[in-house]
């Protein structure tokens, strides 16, 4: 009989398994997107803002303003530059805003009061960093507690402002930088929209902010917040949203959901919006960890420089878009800066010059003088690719020389001594900053990372081929301003590029993909793959292994191989890129956060690999000794099922509580089924067990069909949100054995959970029938449900906390455990917790009924636990630190009817009857429930918190139930 039950435990096991024992040949955060930080220093201090105080606003009371001043550095403590307010989240502390605040002032400032020059001549003025201190305040699991701090954000603001009336009109700033951290960025977001003058904050930059979906959804408050931020309104505001995530490296957050979402309207032309992982931030390459977004130096550094740019004047929201794009990301984002090609002759005489042949490097060694390198453009070549440590158009590492790219034509003699060159800017096609790759050390530092100053330019230029010169004649100028180096190639798109679309997915996981396009051909310094129609989506990781012979290099490399990775995505908002340093020494994994994100209408239509190679290094002897111009070295990319399970594992921590909710609605279902068929109420064991004997196969195809249906409604319907909201929220055949993985998992963690409650009601019971000294257990006349005028008080009491200042989910936990004293207590009535619970053909029916009935009741409201749990601690902390709410959206006696009522019914020796089995009210339970299952399948994922008022209401409808059963008269 108990054997379902533990095969039920198998999926379960095997998944405890495979992340605890195959935990070590999952991929690392390292291997994902490594994440390396140097600590950061500063030297704090915080002057409490008194005059905004609860004269101003009641609820300046419960939180404080700060304003940030460096020691040393900044000057008096009256503001006088740009404010930035900055917003810490869940539980973080408002002195987080020192790490950040410190760098800008040590940027703006060269000296103890001494501003820099540069900054001043473009009319940049410090920053005034202002801090928001919420206690530590729990928000990620309180959406009260979170709209409490967006209103108090949204009263700061104005009185920010009012602090530079000192200031002539002229030189008064008319809006704030809002800086939020974590959820920090999500009370930025909401108070932008409360505030009656949206232009007062006209920059919001979050640091792995969940932009898409709360980290728990605990109640309907948060739900309406996130709403609110993701809604067309929040859109079209005028300021400015960057987010800067920090991918795999950060276990806190779900990274897929700090990624921006669609706004649903022009989002081609979305110049408002910019995210960015710090896997592809210039200066950073890594990923970053939660804790360590705020005190990274890589990134704080980048992150304090960006807020001193946006004070450059006024910017449109474009305008400022493309500041981000330039100091996050690195690349030029308008025309301008892609350098067209003109017709603009030079004349170079008396000019030294050296000449570049196929195959060679240049490197500069020194430090001032200026040097020019020529270039002869091969017959049929498209492009001219160069990568180099020196800064192109603006783009280059900090303090780099510059240099600059011209095409020419000459008079047909060896350019060599005084010469006349007509040249013309190259036209440029691509343009990007990308980190190091020494080859005298590791590329990423262990706990340090890169230097944030280094870097390589890679540029690709369009030639010009209408020329009617010799094409012998046609040359490449490069002008190099100081100390570097630079190798280049020629090439043809066709040659250098190449598209693989593969119209057979499942290939990806069954064998895998062979790519030969990165084969080691000389001379060539850049190639690039696309493989269209690949999965991109947040739950794959993709396995990437280099295969081929060994060969002997003809010169030490300038750099190590560097491979990049990137999604091909519709939303050009979301900057996502992952660098990994010579590639071919372990197998590289590939994992993409912006593209296919679960419950979001994202797509993609495949990823980029990009190799960088040194060709001046180039591959000489074979291993057998023989010259071979190209290496036979394959590339095979392959779906890794065992790191996408991790990666699903993480990401569906609350699926896993709302699915076992189904499973144990579904079996209290079938208790109700058995009852009306027996009369006697089965024990919640031997209707699992039933329950997995006969419907698991049903279950496994209804969910196989769930999803299959929610495939098909997102290819006739792919911009529907309400498609993507249900069961797991990743439609696709691929995702299909997803849903069963984790039907299994949730069966075997509800039998998990029932057998450690049958052991605690086991030894409840028994301590009982010990502390009693084996008396008989006295309340066997207590089977009448009816109320009496003795049990109104503590009711009223606890009607009346909530009413005030205790929440109704505090309050739900303490009839819980009433419950759970009631429940054994029941079961101490009977010799053992064994008789009461499966000896079903005794004599006492009715004990056995009572029994089971009540730790059927007890399992189901167990799983409402998590669900109020979170509230809880919220209410402790506060209550604690002596804030006490009154009123509110948490204090409403509905949301405990239903648990107050079974309580009380079962207390009072309630339970369904054998007269009950026919009643209308048991049958409509029992559709209630099989309702609360389907329920918790299809939505308990997103909206875990709407299961706990459908469970409320059935709850009442059993206390209902078993109030109006009547005993049947007793035959004499």
């Given at each position: 009989m108990r054997r379902p039950i533990l095969l039920a435990q198998v999926p379960l096991l095997l998944f405890v398994y495979f992340l605890a024992a195959r935990s070590p040949f999952l991929p690392s955060s390292t291997q994902l997107a490594s994440w390396a930080c140097r600590m950061s220093w500063m030297s704090p201090s915080y002057i409490h803002i008194t005059t905004f105080d609860k004269t101003v606003h009641p609820i300046a009371d419960k939180y404080k303003l700060f304003l940030y001043r460096e020691v040393g550095w900044d000057g008096d403590h009256t503001p006088d530059g740009q404010p930035v307010l900055y917003i810490p989240g869940n539980a973080g502390s408002m002195m987080q805003v020192r790490s950040i605040a410190s760098s800008a002032s040590r940027q703006y400032w060269t000296g103890p009061f001494i501003s820099n020059k540069a900054f001043i001549e473009r009319g940049i003025k410090p920053l005034d960093f202002?801090?928001?201190?919420?206690?530590?305040?729990?928000?990620?699991?309180?959406?009260?507690?979170?709209?409490?701090?967006s209103n108090y954000v949204a009263q700061a603001i104005p009185h920010i402002l009012s602090l530079y009336d000192h200031l002539p009109s002229s030189s008064r700033p008319t809006s704030v930088i809002l800086l939020g951290h974590s959820m920090g960025g999500v009370v930025a977001r909401q108070a932008a929209l409360l505030l009656s003058d949206p232009s007062q904050v006209h920059v919001i930059l979050t640091l792995s902010t969940p932009h898409r979906f709360p980290p728990v959804s605990s109640d309907h408050t948060m739900q309406q917040i996130y709403s609110s931020i993701n809604s067309p309104v929040s859109h079209s505001l005028n300021a400015s949203l960057i987010s800067v995530c920090g991918g795999s490296a950060d276990p806190t957050l779900a990274s897929d959901a700090c990624a921006l979402p669609p706004s649903g309207h022009n989002d081609r032309e979305d110049e408002t919006r910019l995210g960015v992982f710090t896997s592809g931030m210039i200066g950073t390459w890594t990923g970053v960890d939660h804790e360590a977004m705020v005190w990274c130096h890589q990134v704080r550094s980048?992150?304090?420089?960006?807020?001193?740019?946006?004070?450059?004047?006024?910017?449109t929201a474009s305008q400022r878009k493309e500041v981000a794009v330039k100091w996050l990301v690195g690349e030029p984002t308008k025309a301008n800066d892609l350098k067209t090609h003109q017709d603009q002759d030079l004349v170079k005489k008396s000019l030294p010059s050296t000449v570049i042949h196929a195959g060679e490097r240049f490197e500069s060694g020194l430090s001032s003088s200026q040097q020019t390198f020529l270039y002869r453009i091969p017959p049929n070549s498209t492009t001219f690719d160069l990568l180099s440590t020196y800064t192109i158009n603006s783009i280059g590492a900090e303090s780099?020389?510059?240099?600059?790219?011209?095409?020419?034509?000459?008079?047909?003699?060896s350019p060599i001594g005084d010469i006349s060159l007509r040249c013309a800017q190259l036209q440029t096609t691509r343009l990007e900053l990308i980190p190091p790759s020494p080859t005298d050390r590791a590329a990423f530092l262990p706990g340090e990372g890169i230097d944030?100053?280094?870097?390589?330019v890679f540029f690709q230029g369009k030639l010009d081929r209408s020329s009617k010169e010799n094409p012998g004649d046609r040359w490449i100028l490069v002008e190099?301003?100081?100390?570097?180096?630079?190798?280049?190639s020629f090439g043809e798109p066709d040659k250098e590029s190449l598209h693989v679309q593969n119209d057979r997915p499942w290939k990806f996981i069954f064998g895998g993909v062979v790519i030969d396009h990165f084969q080691r051909v000389n001379s060539r310094l850049h190639r690039q793959v696309s493989l269209i129609n690949a999965i991109s989506h947040s739950l794959l990781v993709y396995k990437v292994s280099f295969s081929g012979s060994s060969c002997t290099l003809e010169a030490s490399p300038l750099f190590r191989p560097l491979l990049s990775h990137h999604t091909i995505s519709s939303h050009r908002f979301?900057?996502?890129k992952s660098f990994y340093a010579d590639p071919s020494a372990a197998p590289v994994y590939l994992h993409s956060h912006s593209a296919g994100v679960p419950f979001s209408s994202s797509s993609s239509s495949g990823f980029v690999l990009d190799l960088w190679e040194d060709p001046s290094s180039r591959c000489v002897k074979n291993v057998y000794g023989r010259v071979n111009e190209d290496d036979e070295r394959l590339v095979f990319v392959q779906i890794d099922v065992e790191a996408s399970l991790g990666r699903v594992a993480l990401r569906y921590r609350a699926a896993a509580l709302g699915w076992s909710v189904g499973v144990v609605a579904f079996v209290m279902g079938i208790s109700l089924q058995q009852f009306r068929s027996s009369g006697v109420f089965p024990s919640f064991v031997d209707s699992m067990s039933f329950a997995i004997r006969t419907y698991t196969v049903h279950a496994i195809l209804a969910i196989i069909s769930l999803a299959s249906i929610q495939t098909t409604l997102s290819f006739v319907f792919p911009t529907s949100q309400r498609t993507f909201a249900l069961l797991l929220g990743v439609p696709g055949l691929i995702f299909v054995p997803f849903h069963v993985v984790c039907l299994g998992v949730s069966i075997g963690l509800v039998n998990v959970m029932l057998?450690?409650?049958?052991?605690?009601i086991w030894l409840g019971a028994r301590g009982l029938n010990i502390w009693k000294g084996g008396r008989e257990a006295r309340s066997s006349e207590k089977n009448d449900a009816s109320f009496t005028i003795t049990r109104f008080l503590p009711i009223i009491v606890l009607l009346g906390s909530v009413v005030i200042v205790l929440p109704y989910q505090v309050a739900f936990l303490v009839l819980y455990l009433i419950h759970f004293q009631t429940t054994f207590c029941s079961c101490s009535l009977n010799s053992s917790v064994k008789t009461a619970s499966y000896d079903v053909s005794s004599t006492e029916s009715e004990s056995v009924s009572r029994s089971n009935f009540h730790i059927s009741l007890l399992f189901f409201m167990l799983w409402l636990v998590p669900l109020n749990g979170a509230v809880l601690i919220v209410w402790v902390r506060d209550f604690m630190s002596g804030w006490v709410e009154w009123g509110g959206p948490d204090r409403s006696i509905v949301g405990l009817m239903g648990c107050l009522l079974i309580v009380e019914v079962c207390a009072r020796g309630g339970f369904l009857r054998n007269e009950a089995r026919k009643s209308l009210l048991v049958q409509v339970l029992q559709i209630g429930f099989f309702l609360l299952s389907a329920c918790s399948f299809l939505i308990g994922s997103q909206h875990t918190f709407r299961l706990y008022s459908l469970s409320n209401g059935l709850l009442a409808l059993a206390a209902v139930a078993c109030v109006f059963t009547k005993r049947a008269p007793e035959v004499s």
């Open positions: 202002f801090t928001a201190d919420f206690n530590e305040a729990l928000s990620a699991f309180h959406g009260p507690t979170l709209l409490s701090q980048r992150i304090a420089r960006l807020l001193l740019e946006f004070g450059v004047g006024p910017m780099s020389p510059s240099a600059r790219i011209f095409q020419c034509v000459s008079s047909g003699k944030e100053k280094e870097g390589m190099t301003d100081g100390k570097g180096w630079g190798v280049h979301n900057h996502e057998g450690i409650l049958k052991g605690c």
